[in-house]
């Protein structure tokens, strides 16, 4: 290297130095430590500043609530709620000392020590709201009781912040136990009840003073989630999770010495009343305020911020035609029904759902007898199976995932499968035969004589044929919950759970040519100084519009000629189907027509504490109570008045899929002997109803074509679709039962 590259570098070398010292002194450790306090003294200036600024406000419309106004969709006024809160204040003596513990232990162990503030759980409550994750937890009994008197339950910085202040200055001006006394009174437990002395009466029917450690520990626990840890409401899941936190609020009274391990150990969980609806819910008020709230619920409006008052909630509930399904529930169902004097109709309970297709707003919802008397609304509830009102998803399911027989042939409206009764499916790991209706055998049916007939074997091979876990994901797709939903090819029969709300969205969204269609009661929820837009209810095409138009036009044929008859009139064009689940536990009719779709349920619940599902059998004296009876009658009866006395819509059906059929083999005439591997129900579908209304000779289990000798060649089963025959190549008619 020459004597200038070496000049070079150490120039370079220089230059390196003294930027690198220009960084060190910008950097120094006194400067970082400088501008680190300096930040804290500001932050500790700011607070002070704000310290001085905020003073303890005088007590918020806590004490002073507004009511709710829930409205029909025409603006009428439904009911009001919260003109007088469900509260009474008491003193702390009035409530036992190990009962005071309960919400201490539950909440905030160190109360006693502390200084009304939590800034590890203050800081978290900040970047949370920041962030946008909303409500949380880590607040003293302190804080939240500022909270509940003095400010809002709006999750906004300023709000964390005044609380913050305030909170300091409570616990320096009042004592612990004015404070606790605070918090117990105006802490919301759920079941419209504010303060502990509401809460002992609505859990436990009891007055404060009277209530023990045990209960005390639940109710402290429920402040945590009111409406999710209410045992009458619950879900397994709340049930488990508020028994937890009971079980942890009892430890910790332990760790604390406030109760006795032995006496701890011998404390059983204590199960709540039953609720007793508030005034002013009677009839179908109760229900439809419920499914509201509950929908509210989900849309971010929980029960502390209705109890705080001053909202509007216009529901989509036509008022008219809430009406007409009231009065036709009463006509076909309740006027024949003796609850006193006949044990079965004693059980009896009946729901219904009813939904626009091209909205999803739920237009009427019947919720049972009376809120103040059933306070379990039927229309919403699940622990019912839809039965044979499956069906039709499984053929849905079918058509859209171009499913084929065992034969080769793409299933449609006319291919042809054997209903022969216990007949064993094909195909399937899991072994299952299923009994049709009253055993008897159809022989090589159409699948639109299967749907009319409800011909348990048919839709069991092809659940099969298209597979259990396809049908499963059509199924979710078009509404039905996944509760008790296994894949196996039993679903056939309906043998998960499922509402007539859940199962109105899934024929809806049939309705609506395969777009989805979620129901939604609430149509706008509207305070002083915040608005909530509703659910939307239209979604995404879920099944193709040939899938669903298809389905329709053989629910036509089952309204036509089929199951359900009852449900015919000339006034409307309709499509639907009947459901009677295992041992007539329930009964159902579930169908549409271009404008409206609704879904009618019965249940048979036995009037006993703790209910239990019960037979409907001999209801109203008619025999067998099927979906083809009172159901299709109430559907029938309410359609037509919703309507305004009928409707010439007609159903818009594109490219409806006839599917392919084989050259038949010989019926078999006689059932099969083989049961069924699967332990699901065996008689689960539907003939026309046998109610006082119609003679054995007008029901169609009485046609030639109904008996096992039913031949497979008649013209009758290759009904005429439009557009053209069926694709057998033989000449049909309009009619599937009539030869």
């Not at 003596?93 to 502390?114: G, I, L, M, R, S």
């Not at 508020?242 to 406030?258: G, Q």
């Not at 859209?400 to 065992?406: F, L, S, V, W």
Request: contains cysteine; hydrophobic residues 35%.
């Amino acid at each position: 290297m020459g004597r200038a590259d070496a000049r070079r570098a150490q120039q370079r070398g220089a230059r390196r130095a003294a930027k690198s010292g220009g960084i060190r002194r910008l950097f120094t450790w006194r400067k970082m430590l400088g501008t680190f306090f300096g930040f804290c003294l500001l932050i500790m200036g700011a607070f002070v500043a704000l310290y001085l600024y905020v003073d303890i406000p005088k007590a918020n419309a806590l004490a002073e609530r507004q009511s709710n106004v829930y409205q029909y969709s025409d603006g009428t006024v439904l009911t009001r709620t919260g003109d007088g809160v469900n509260r009474q204040i008491v003193d702390l003596d009035q409530v036992p000392k190990e009962v005071q513990h309960t919400f201490v232990a539950a909440e905030n162990k160190t109360f006693y020590k502390d200084q009304g503030v939590d800034l590890k759980g203050t800081a978290r409550g900040i970047l949370n709201t920041l962030s946008g994750k909303g409500k949380q937890g880590g607040s003293t009994i302190t804080q939240q009781y500022v909270k509940n008197y003095y400010l809002t339950q709006d999750p906004t910085v300023s709000r964390k912040l005044k609380e913050l202040v305030i909170s300091l200055k409570v616990d320096q001006k009042k004592d612990k136990n004015y404070i606790l006394a605070g918090y117990i009174n105006t802490a919301y437990y759920g079941r419209g009840a504010s303060g502990i002395q509401a809460a002992a009466q609505a859990y436990y029917g009891v007055d404060a003073k009277e209530l023990n450690v045990s209960q005390g520990a639940y109710l402290a626990a429920l402040l945590q989630a009111p409406s999710q840890y209410d045992w009458a409401v619950a879900t397994p899941t709340g049930r488990r999770l508020v028994k937890e936190r009971w079980a942890y609020t009892l430890d910790n009274m332990v760790e604390m010495h406030w109760l006795d391990k032995a006496q701890r150990d011998t404390l059983k969980f204590p199960v709540p009343d039953k609720p007793k609806p508030a005034r002013g819910m009677e009839g179908q008020t109760g229900y439809l305020v419920e499914a509201a709230n509950k929908e509210l619920d989900k849309q971010g409006i929980t029960g502390d911020m209705r109890q705080a008052g001053g909202w509007t909630f216009t529901l989509n509930i036509d008022k008219k035609r809430q009406k007409q399904l009231e009065q036709s529930v009463d006509r076909q169902l309740e006027s024949k029904l003796d609850r006193k004097g006949n044990k079965v109709d004693a059980t009896v309970q009946a729901g219904a759902t009813s939904v626009d297709p091209k909205t999803g707003a739920v237009v009427a919802l019947y919720g049972g007898v009376d809120y103040v008397k059933h306070y379990i609304s039927n229309a919403t509830r699940r622990d019912y199976q839809p039965a044979s009102t499956f069906k039709p998803l499984v053929l849905a399911s079918a058509l859209e995932n171009e499913a084929k027989t065992q034969d080769g042939d793409l299933i449609g409206v006319n291919t042809r499968y054997d209903g022969t009764s216990k007949r064993p499916v094909v195909g399937s790991d899991t072994p299952f035969a299923p009994e049709n209706e009253d055993n008897r055998s159809y022989g090589d049916v159409t699948v639109q004589t299967a749907m009319n007939k409800s011909i348990n074997s048919v839709f069991a091979q092809m659940v099969v044929d298209v597979g259990p876990p396809a049908v499963k994901e059509t199924a979710l797709a078009l509404g039905v919950p996944d509760q008790n939903f296994p894949e196996r090819p039993a679903i056939t029969l309906g043998t998960m759970n499922a509402s007539t709300w859940d199962m109105a969205g899934a024929y809806a969204t049939l309705d609506n040519h395969g777009r989805k269609v979620t129901p939604f009661i609430v149509k706008s929820a509207k305070h002083r100084d915040r608005t909530v837009d509703p659910v939307k209810g239209i979604g995404n095409q879920v099944i193709s519009r040939k899938s669903a138009d298809t389905v329709t036009s053989v629910l036509k044929g089952v309204v036509d000629s089929g199951s359900g008859q009852a449900a015919n009139t000339s006034a409307y064009e309709a499509a639907g189907k009947t459901g009677t689940s295992e041992n007539n536990k329930s009964a159902l009719f579930a169908g549409y027509t271009p404008e409206l779709t609704t879904v009618v349920a019965l249940f048979g619940e036995s009037p006993k504490d703790g209910g239990g599902q019960v037979s409907l059998t001999g209801t109203a004296n008619s025999g067998r109570a099927n979906g083809g009876g009172f159901p299709a009658q109430i559907w029938a009866d309410y359609t037509l008045g919703a309507l305004g006395g009928g409707s010439s819509a007609q159903f818009d059906l594109q490219d409806v899929e006839r599917g392919e059929v084989s050259v038949p083999a010989s019926p078999s005439t006689s059932p099969s002997t083989s049961e069924s591997a699967d332990p699901s129900p065996s008689e689960s579908s539907d003939l026309p109803s046998q109610s006082p209304i119609e003679t054995p000779s007008d029901s169609a289990s009485q046609s030639p074509i109904e008996t096992p000798s039913e031949s497979p060649v008649l013209p009758s089963e290759s009904p005429v679709l439009p557009g053209g025959g069926g694709n057998s190549g033989r000449p049909g008619n309009n009619n599937p039962l009539n030869q």
